[in-house]
C-alpha cells in the first residue's frame, strides 16, 4: 500500500515538473519525433538525423531531409561504432545514443535551410563559420547574434527573432524513381494532362506506362522526351495542349507508373474510339479499355 | 444589275480571303508548334543524355572487368555522339557554345580509344581513372546546369522560338532564360582544363518474359466480382464495374472499378487462378500521420494477408505523402530480384493504396538454385579496389542477356556515390554494376 502511495505521488511529481517545465520553457531541447526512421524517408526527423550525425563526424553529405545511401551508411557506421545492432534503421536505442552524442540546434539548422544557405554542422567547429549563404537570400543579417541566443535554448527573447524563426524545415531534396529526373517526371506529367486530364487515375497512369513501355519498346525513341515529342505520335503534343499547366494528379500517375504499376498491360498504343479515324489503329489487337480510351499492342 | 453581281463577286470574295487567310494561319500555327515541338525534344533529349553520360561516366569508374568496362565505354561513345546530335538541333548557332561541344566529342574520343583496346593486356592507367574522374564530376556539373534550365524551361513555359528569334535579331536587352543558361554552361565548361533504364530498381525484371507461372481454375465473371469487393474493402452496396480484356491481352484480367465519395478504385485479376495483378485505389492522402517504417509495416501484413510468402522488403521510399515499398522473394538465404512486388501505401492512415504484382508472376517459381562455385572471399577479389565494400548478400539476377544466375551482390561506396556490384557466384564474371540513385536536389525556380 504504501510503496503504490508513493509511487503515484511520485508520479504526480514528475508530472507536474513536467508540466511546469513544459509551460515555462518556451522550446524545450525536444529530439525526433516517435518514428523509427529508416531508409527512403522524408523530412524533419532526417534532417535532424543527418545533423547529428554530421556533428559526430559520420556523414559528410549536405543535410537535406531525404534518408538516401549516404545517410544509410553514416547511420551503419555510428551504429557499428557504439557497438550497436547495425540494422541501418535509427529506433528508439539508436536514437537515443545520438541524442547523447551530439548536439543538435534545432532554430540554426531551420534557419540555414529555410534561407536557402550551404551549410554544414560538424561538432568542434564554430557553426558560424560552416555557412555560405545561398545566392538570392537577404534574410539572414543578424545571423550571428542570433544564434548566440538561440544556444541558450531557453530564453523567451528568441519568440521574437527573424520571421523563419521556428518554421518546420522542408527537406531540400527529394526521392525520385531511378533513372528520372524531375524534370522528366514534369515533361510527363504534362504530355499526361494534355492527354488524359478528364481521366479516372487510372486512365491517366496507363497514358503514362504507355510512354515508358514505348522508351523500352525498341520500334520508339529511347529517352521520355524522344517519345513524347515524336512527331504525329501524341495529339496534345500536336496541338500545343502539353504546354498546359498539370496539377498534381497528372504527377502522381506519373509516378505510380514509373514505380512500376502498368493498368494497361503493356500496351504501346491507344486511342479514343469516338474520334480515332485511323483505321490502322483499330486493327492492332486490343488490350482494354480504361476510360475513354482503348488500350492495345 | 451589274452593280449587284459585282458586289455579290466582292462578297464572295473577301469572305473566300477570309477563309484562306484563315487557314493559313491555321497551318502557320500548327506549323510552328511542330518546329516548337522539335527544339523542344532536342533540348530535353539533350538534358537526358547528359544524366546518362554522367551516370555511365560514374558506373565505369565502379567497374572492374575489361568484360564490363568495354562495353560501358563504347556506350558513352555512343551517348556523347547523341547529345552532340542533341545540341546540334538546337537553334544555338549565334550563340557560343562549342567549348560544351568540344567537351563531348573529348569524352567520345577517349572513350571510344579505350574501348577498343584490348583491357586484358593494357588495362585502364591509373592517369586515364584519373581522367574518367574528371569527366565524372565535369559531366555532373554540366548536368546540372542543364536541368536547372530545363526545370526553368518547364516551369515558365519558355519556348524555343522565342530563343531563335532573340538570337537572331540580336535582341540582348531581353533576358532570356534559355540563353543566360546556356551561357552558363559554357561557361563552366572553359574553366575545365583538357583534359539502361527502366525503374533500375533491379527488382524489376528487364525482359518482359510471358506470364508462364499462373496457374489455377478459370474465374467467373461472379466469382471475380466477388475477390474484387474482398480486394477493394468495400461495403455491399457499392457498385463495382467488371470488364473482361480484349484479345490483345498477353495474359487474360478481369478489370474491375468502382467510384465511391472521393475514392477510386481499380483493379486487374488474372482469368485464371484470380490472382491480383494490379490494384490502385485513388484518394487524396493526407498529411503524414506514420512514418515510412509503420508503413512498411502495414505492407508486410498485406503481402503475408494476401499469401505471398517470403517476401523481403528491398527498398522503400518516400514520395510526398506516401510510401512506395519494393519487396522482393526470398528463397532460403538467397534473394530473387526478379521476384518483385511494389506496394503504395498512403501515410495518413497506412492503408495499402496500390499493389503490383506483375513481375511477381511473370517470373515467380521455386527455382532449383545451384550452390555457389565461389566463396564471397572469391567474388570480393573481383570487385574494382577502389570500391569499400560495406554489405553482401546474394541472390538470383538477370544478367544482361536476359538470364537467371545466381551472384554475389555488394553494396559498396566510391567517392560519395553508392554502387551495387554482381560477381556471378559460378563464373566469377562481373554480371552488372550498377550507380544507386541519391535524392535530387529541388530546384529553386524563379525567374
Not at chain 1, 510503496?3 to 508530472?15: D, P, S
Not at chain 1, 502522381?252 to 514505380?259: G, S
Not at chain 2, 465511391?260 to 478504385?265: F, L, P, S, Y
Amino acid at each position: 500500500m504504501g510503496i503504490k502511495k508513493t509511487l503515484i505521488i511520485l508520479f504526480l511529481a514528475v508530472g507536474t515538473i513536467t508540466g511546469v517545465t513544459a509551460t515555462h520553457t518556451s522550446k524545450p531541447v525536444e529530439a525526433f519525433s516517435q518514428q523509427i526512421i529508416q531508409q527512403g524517408a522524408v523530412g524533419e526527423d532526417v534532417i535532424e538525423l543527418q545533423a547529428r550525425l554530421q556533428y559526430l563526424g559520420f556523414y559528410n553529405g549536405k543535410i537535406d531531409g531525404v534518408f538516401g545511401w549516404g545517410t544509410y551508411w553514416a547511420l551503419r557506421n555510428f551504429q557499428y561504432e557504439f557497438g550497436m545492432e547495425i540494422d541501418g534503421l535509427a529506433g528508439p536505442t539508436t536514437k537515443q545514443k545520438l541524442v547523447k552524442a551530439s548536439q543538435y540546434d534545432k532554430n540554426f539548422i531551420r534557419q540555414q535551410i529555410n534561407a536557402g544557405n550551404d551549410f554544414t554542422y560538424y561538432g568542434g567547429t564554430p557553426k558560424e563559420n560552416q555557412v555560405k549563404k545561398g545566392k538570392n537570400n537577404n534574410q539572414q543579417q543578424g545571423n550571428q547574434g542570433n544564434t548566440n541566443q538561440q544556444q541558450q535554448q531557453q530564453q523567451p527573447k528568441q519568440e521574437n527573432q527573424g520571421n523563419n524563426e521556428g518554421a518546420p524545415a522542408q527537406p531540400t531534396s527529394v526521392n525520385v524513381p531511378s533513372g528520372y529526373s524531375q524534370n522528366d517526371i514534369q515533361l510527363m506529367a504534362n504530355a499526361v494532362y494534355g492527354e488524359a486530364r478528364g481521366e479516372p487515375h487510372e486512365g491517366k497512369v496507363a497514358v503514362a506506362a504507355v510512354i515508358i513501355n514505348r522508351v523500352e519498346s525498341p520500334t520508339f525513341p529511347n529517352t521520355v522526351s524522344g517519345v513524347i515529342f515524336e512527331p504525329r505520335a501524341f495529339t496534345a503534343v500536336a496541338d500545343g495542349q502539353i504546354w498546359l499547366t498539370p496539377d498534381d494528379t497528372a504527377k502522381e500517375a506519373v509516378l505510380d507508373a514509373l514505380n512500376g504499376w502498368d493498368p494497361t498491360g503493356d500496351a504501346i498504343y491507344y486511342f479514343n474510339p469516338d474520334t480515332a479515324t485511323s483505321s490502322w489503329i483499330w486493327g492492332r489487337p486490343q488490350i482494354k479499355r480504361i476510360g475513354k480510351h482503348v488500350f492495345c499492342m | 444589275m451589274i452593280r449587284w453581281i459585282i458586289i455579290t463577286v466582292l462578297v464572295v470574295g473577301v469572305g473566300a480571303t477570309g477563309i484562306w487567310g484563315y487557314q493559313e494561319h491555321q497551318e502557320k500555327n500548327a506549323i510552328l508548334i511542330q518546329a516548337e515541338n522539335t527544339y523542344q525534344r532536342a533540348f530535353h533529349d539533350l538534358s537526358y543524355h547528359m544524366d546518362l553520360l554522367h551516370d555511365k561516366l560514374g558506373t565505369t569508374l565502379a567497374m572492374n572487368t575489361r568484360q564490363q568496362i568495354s562495353p560501358q565505354l563504347a556506350d558513352i561513345w555512343r551517348i556523347t555522339s547523341e547529345a552532340h546530335n542533341d545540341v546540334g538541333q538546337l537553334p544555338l548557332a549565334l550563340l557560343p557554345f562549342n567549348k560544351t561541344e568540344e567537351f563531348l566529342s573529348n569524352i567520345g574520343e577517349f572513350s571510344y580509344r579505350t574501348a577498343v583496346r584490348d583491357l586484358e593486356s593494357e588495362p585502364l592507367s591509373e592517369d586515364e581513372v584519373k581522367i574518367l574522374e574528371t569527366l565524372y564530376k565535369q559531366a555532373g556539373e554540366i548536368e546540372n546546369e542543364l536541368r536547372n534550365v530545363q526545370h526553368l524551361v518547364l516551369e515558365n513555359n519558355l519556348r524555343w522560338m522565342d530563343v531563335q528569334l532573340a538570337l537572331s535579331t540580336n535582341d540582348t536587352q531581353s533576358d532570356n532564360t534559355i540563353i543566360d543558361g546556356f551561357k552558363t554552361v559554357e561557361e563552366n565548361v572553359k574553366g575545365y582544363t583538357e583534359g539502361n533504364f527502366g525503374p533500375s530498381l533491379t527488382g524489376t525484371s528487364s525482359e518482359n518474359h510471358p506470364y508462364q507461372f499462373i496457374n489455377g481454375d478459370d474465374l467467373t465473371e461472379k466469382e471475380a466480382l466477388n475477390q474484387a469487393k474482398n480486394l477493394f474493402q468495400v461495403e455491399d452496396d457499392i457498385e463495382i464495374t467488371i470488364a473482361k480484356s480484349g484479345e490483345g491481352a498477353e495474359v487474360p484480367v478481369y478489370s474491375a472499378s468502382y467510384q465511391a465519395d472521393n475514392t477510386h478504385g481499380y483493379l486487374d485479376l488474372s482469368e485464371k487462378g484470380g490472382h491480383p495483378l494490379s490494384l490502385m485505389i485513388n484518394r487524396e492522402v493526407k498529411e503524414p500521420k506514420i512514418s515510412l517504417n509503420e508503413g512498411m509495416e502495414n505492407a508486410k501484413k498485406y503481402l503475408e494477408k494476401h499469401n505471398f510468402d517470403d517476401m523481403e522488403i528491398f527498398q522503400s521510399s518516400q514520395y510526398g505523402n506516401y510510401g512506395v515499398y519494393n519487396f522482393l522473394y526470398k528463397q532460403g538465404d538467397v534473394r530473387v530480384y526478379p521476384d518483385a512486388i511494389q506496394i503504395k501505401v498512403a501515410l495518413d492512415n497506412g492503408e495499402v493504396l496500390a499493389f503490383s504484382s506483375k513481375d511477381y508472376f511473370r517470373n515467380h517459381q521455386e527455382r532449383d538454385i545451384p550452390d555457389a562455385k565461389l566463396t564471397v572471399e572469391d567474388a570480393k577479389e573481383k570487385v574494382n579496389p577502389n570500391v569499400k565494400i560495406q554489405d553482401q548478400n546474394i541472390a538470383v539476377i538477370e544478367n544482361d542477356l536476359g538470364e537467371e544466375v545466381l551472384a554475389y551482390v555488394f553494396l559498396g561506396v566510391l567517392g560519395d556515390d553508392t554502387y551495387r556490384i554482381f560477381i556471378d557466384a559460378i563464373t566469377g564474371i562481373e554480371a552488372k554494376v550498377e550507380k544507386l540513385k541519391n535524392a535530387e536536389l529541388k530546384y529553386k525556380g524563379s525567374v
